[in-house]
């Protein structure tokens, strides 16, 4: 083995760790709420804009974004981003996962995340993003998403989000929530700070406000870096 193979290996292992770690903490995120027995068979505003930033500042984001993935998907207003570096990197974001000829669950849910985005503060709406990814992206177009977030009330800093069938059931398959049919998608909310890499689950049953609590306390671990930006 040479010494520039030596130093590769080195300079790889801790990289190996944080994607370990990554796919662990979607794996074993917490729930903040108890299971409810109807789920059971189911487990001013941040700008979303296509980044021309493709490094990172060390091994812990070069890990996130290795981990979720660049894939571009598509915005409800039609944009093209890339899903860690436009929509993801360091902010902390709500993701829920919806369809929008959905007439049970996505419904409720997706008013309770607007009830959520209408009870945090200006300031905060700023550091905070939401993020709606469509699992059925062969029907749900971006004028389809764009209506679907007009119905709901959805205010800037909330995207939606469609593409290739490939590319969303990869993003699907990273945040642990790819399911074999449309209808048996996750009704759980993933909240974290991607920054902190601090994750957790909270059931779509939970009152907003305590979904706006919890997300102004992610938001406040790296609330001091997203002051000096």
């Not at 899903?83 to 829920?96: A, E, G, K, Q, W």
């Not at 945090?120 to 550091?127: E, K, S």
């Not at 993003?129 to 119905?151: C, G, K, M, N």
Request: charged share 25%; glycine share 4%; proline share 6%.
């Amino acid at each position: 083995m040479t010494v520039a193979d030596a130093s590769a290996k080195r300079e790889g292992a801790p990289m190996l760790r944080l994607l370990l770690m990554f796919a662990m903490l979607i794996a074993v995120l917490p729930n903040r709420t108890d299971a409810h027995p109807s789920f059971a068979t189911r487990d001013s505003a941040v700008s979303i804009r296509p980044s021309d930033v493709t490094s990172e500042a060390g091994p812990k984001q070069r890990a996130a974004r290795i981990f979720f993935s660049d894939r571009r998907l598509v915005t409800q207003h039609g944009e093209t981003v890339q899903f860690y570096t436009d929509v993801l990197r360091d902010r902390t974001v709500l993701i829920h996962f919806i369809f929008t000829q959905c007439t049970d669950s996505c419904p409720t849910q997706t008013a309770r995340v607007a009830a959520v985005q209408s009870l945090l503060p200006d300031a905060a709406r700023r550091r905070i993003a939401f993020v709606s990814i469509s699992v059925d992206p062969e029907h749900d177009t971006p004028q389809a998403l764009d209506e679907y977030a007009t119905r709901f009330g959805a205010r800037p800093g909330w995207t939606f989000l469609t593409g290739s069938k490939a590319n969303v059931d990869d993003v699907l398959r990273r945040v642990g929530q790819l399911a074999p049919s449309r209808e048996s998608h996750t009704t759980l909310f993933i909240l974290g700070n991607v920054k902190s890499g601090h994750w957790i689950k909270v059931h779509p049953d939970a009152d907003p406000k305590d979904i706006a609590a919890y997300l102004l306390s992610l938001a406040a671990e790296t609330g001091a870096d997203m002051e000096r930006r």
